[in-house]
């Protein structure tokens, strides 16, 4: 196939700014704020330079865009042990033991951070009763306690917790812009496509190349070390939502495999990219179901009145064996498993039962105390998903008389929330047998030396939620820090020059222009495809052969043999994407980097012969959790020179006894 290129003959040159930094982060979600705020306060006595890019407004990016009503990783009186055992126990037995409890033993620190910052986190009354935020109570760090609706999550007013998590990371960065006499140092609405290795090391990053999605400016960073942590990868897979409501997704829309496609291109291992995220959540708004199983202690049946969790509890211990043998701890992937057996007998639909669980709360409620009852139940929805407050108010569902329908969606892929997909990295250097393997040198470093990376960019560490994720970017940062330090003298070069980076960035405005007058319909025309349709195709194949919702999460060799082909043939047409605006060139590139991450996710479920996630994907032809040959980790690397995948197994290591 003859291959398009850009010579600004069609499309307007854009202007090229080169921006220098130490230490550059990409993206300015919780991760990457958490980094900002660290680095600022080690590299700036040092005079190191910190650049934030954000292919959004800091304030509202990323997953916690709209808010959160949990902070769902809080040790409290908790022992990070046991919280190690917990994401174990979830993620089907492998995890990486060092960075999960490297995490647990700093999570709280951040927490006490935003509650310092003013995120209202509610307390417990001393007569037991519920004091959300409006109401004066101890902080945490004074001896306040916290309302836990599990035993890790603790219940908050979150609308604005992005908004106050960014307001310190923006503070950090301009006490850092100041300090080193930078004359900007935050880069909002600039999207980065891809990251460039060092002209005299293949093996390390040395710049990164975005556009502004806002003005006609191409953008190359250079730094001597990155955090890259743009999130997980939503829309990879046909959604549930259609037409009037497609765009809604319960992760966030803008996280569009980034993190784990550009990591990958430059050589990076990846690790358990097989792994993804289903999850239950309440039908048509994607509400969150957390805080209605654990704070509401509501119970979800189906349309029979029976509890799916008992009632599949014996067959589903029979086929997947040890992961599902104590009731009481069935892991996020095992309730969803349970949950589908009864969809598929047709006993769906499957109802969470908010009525029944406000009448058993309400029994020990005044009036007014019910009334504040009603009022959190809205609220977990207006704080962090708003669009179910308006599937309740357009369906006319009272919560507290009418139960709701609560669905598995389509896969995502991450590595914060119940899930562990991600790249593999270096981890802390000071844990009790930890394998020597499992340290170079920098905690959260990728295989790429310079890169780091953190929140759902870091593979088998799943449960840190958005606290977890913070705290990890802070992690990162010193290590990051550490690593300018020793490498002082280091200068990044690149190969290619300047003008050649924005010719590539421009290319689908340059065949646009040059061939929309070849049909009537510009969203017609023999010789591009426009983003949107090239995406639903992506997502019709990863539906229909990768184990989508279509064949209810079900793939097998044969499925996924035919799957790649046709990712091949996309692969082709991607290269002739064409774009109108820059929202659009916006557009192409996140679908590049969606294609990346799901195919190196087919690929992975490929390698592994087993079904070690059921009720998050099944293998047709190993209908089974092996964990004999595949309790390991799945480790993947594009082999740039030669550009072919090596699939290679690596040994678990059980650091924290059961
Ligand atoms: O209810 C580029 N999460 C929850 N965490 C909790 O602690 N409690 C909850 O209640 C949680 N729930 C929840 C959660 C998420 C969502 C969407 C909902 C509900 C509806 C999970 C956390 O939010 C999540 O774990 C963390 O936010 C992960 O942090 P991080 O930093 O890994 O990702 P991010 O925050 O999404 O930020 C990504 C950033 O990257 C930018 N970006 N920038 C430049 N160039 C590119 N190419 C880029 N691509 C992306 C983004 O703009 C963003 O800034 S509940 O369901 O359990
Ligand atoms: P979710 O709202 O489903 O994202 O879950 C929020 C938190 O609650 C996560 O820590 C989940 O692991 C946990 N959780 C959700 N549902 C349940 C459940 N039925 N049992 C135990 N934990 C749950």
């Known amino acids: 196939m003859e291959l398009e290129t850009c010579t600004f003959s069609y499309c307007q040159r854009p202007e090229i700014i080169e921006v220098e930094a130490d230490i550059l982060l990409i993206g300015g979600g919780m991760a990457n704020c958490g980094a900002a705020f660290e680095a600022a306060r080690w590299a700036t006595p040092k005079g190191l330079k910190i650049v934030m890019v954000d292919k959004a407004a800091t304030d509202r990016s990323g997953a916690v865009a709209m808010g959160l009503s949990a902070i769902n990783t809080y040790m409290g009186e908790n022992d990070p042990k046991d919280y190690v055992k917990m994401v174990r126990g979830d993620l089907m037995g492998i995890i990486r033991e060092d960075l999960v409890y490297d995490v647990g033993r700093h999570v709280d620190d951040s927490v006490h951070l935003f509650e310092e910052w003013g995120l209202p986190v509610w307390k417990r009354a001393d007569d037991g009763h519920t004091l959300d935020g409006a109401q004066p109570a101890k902080k945490l760090t004074e001896g306040g306690k916290p309302v836990r609706s599990g035993k890790w999550q603790i219940m908050i007013n979150g609308e604005s917790y992005k908004v106050i998590v960014a307001e310190a990371a923006k503070k950090a960065l301009e006490f850092n812009r100041v300090g080193t006499g930078m004359a900007q140092n935050h880069y909002e609405r600039v999207f980065i496509v891809e990251l460039f290795p060092d002209a005299n090391d293949s093996n390390r990053v040395a710049a990164a190349a975005g556009f502004s999605v806002r003005e006609n400016k191409a953008y190359i960073f250079k730094a001597k070390c990155m955090l890259l942590a743009a999130g997980g990868a939503v829309n990879c897979f046909r959604p549930r939502s259609v037409a009037e409501g497609q765009g809604r997704a319960w992760y966030p829309v803008w996280n569009s495999g980034s993190t784990y496609a550009m990591a990958a291109q430059l050589?990076?291992?990846?690790?358990?990219?097989?792994n993804r995220f289903v999850p239950a959540r309440f039908k048509d708004g994607y509400g969150p179901v957390g805080?209605?199983?654990?704070?509401?202690k509501a119970k979800a049946t189906n349309s029979l009145g029976e509890d799916y969790c008992v009632t599949h509890f014996e067959s589903s211990k029979a086929k997947y064996g040890k992961y599902c043998s104590d009731p009481h701890k069935l892991g996020t992937a095992i309730r969803n498993h349970m949950m589908m057996c009864d969809m598929k007998l047709g006993k769906g639909p499957i109802l969470m039962n908010t009525h029944l669980a406000m009448d058993e709360l309400a029994k020990t409620m005044d009036a007014k105390q019910i009334k504040h009852l009603e009022a959190e139940a809205w609220e977990d929805f207006l704080d962090m998903c708003i669009g179910q407050a308006g599937v309740w108010a357009a369906m006319n569902i009272d919560p507290s008389k009418t139960p709701s329908e609560i669905m598995p969606t389509e896969p995502y892929l991450l590595g914060s929330h119940a899930g562990c997909a991600g790249i593999w990295v270096s981890g802390p250097d000071d844990i009790a047998g930890a394998p020597k393997e499992w340290n170079w040198g920098y905690n959260r470093m990728t295989t790429v030396k310079g890169l780091f990376t953190a929140g759902d960019g870091v593979g088998a560490s799943g449960h840190k939620f958005s606290s977890g994720s913070?705290?990890?970017?802070?992690?990162?940062?010193?290590?990051?820090?550490?690593?300018?330090?020793?490498?002082?003298?280091?200068k990044p070069t690149v190969k290619k020059t300047n003008d050649e980076l924005a010719a590539e960035l421009y290319l689908p405005f340059e065949i646009y222009e040059k061939y929309k007058n070849y049909s009537t319909d510009t969203a017609t025309n023999p010789y591009y495809i426009r983003p949107k349709m090239l995406q639903?195709?992506?997502?019709?194949?990863?539906?229909?052969?990768?184990?989508?919702?279509?064949?209810?999460?079900?793939?097998?060799?044969?499925m996924l043999d035919a799957g790649l082909k046709q990712l091949d043939l996309l692969k082709e047409d991607a290269a002739k994407m064409a774009a109108a605006d820059l929202h659009e060139l916006m557009r192409c590139w996140e679908n590049y980097h969606r294609i990346w991450t799901s195919e190196s996710h087919a690929r992975h479920i490929l390698f592994r012969e087993d079904t070690r996630y059921p009720g998050y994907y099944y293998r047709g032809d190993f209908d089974f959790v092996d964990d004999e040959n595949w309790r390991c980790f799945t480790i993947s690397k594009w082999d740039v020179q030669n550009k072919k995948w090596i699939f290679s197994k690596r040994d678990y290591v059980q650091l924290v006894p059961d």
């Open 267 to 274: 050589g990076a291992e990846l690790v358990l990219m097989e």
């Open 291 to 296: 805080a209605w199983f654990l704070f509401f």
């Open 470 to 490: 913070h705290a990890e970017g802070r992690i990162a940062a010193k290590a990051m820090v550490s690593f300018c330090l020793d490498n002082k003298d280091y």
């Open 536 to 558: 639903a195709r992506l997502q019709k194949i990863m539906d229909e052969y990768v184990g989508g919702i279509s064949t209810y999460y079900m793939t097998s060799k044969t």
